[in-house]
């Protein structure tokens, strides 16, 4: 599901990115980041927490594009 519609980011981007990276607390602009896009309207920000609080980081962020 597209989570994101200014970026077109999905809920399985989100979580891809989560577990691509070691570190804590991980945030919605961590996320943006790694999807090398920004933060635009705010609308998602919400939800994105929400996946966020569902994952668990794991390996070393990287670019996920």
Known sequence: ?????????????????????DDAPFSA???????GCTVRCGRCSQSVRRILDEQAPRSACRAIL
């Open 1 to 21: 599901m597209i989570v994101c519609s200014c970026n077109v980011i999905s809920d399985h981007d989100i979580r891809d990115a989560v577990v691509a990276t």
């Open 29 to 35: 602009a961590q996320v943006y980041d790694c999807l």
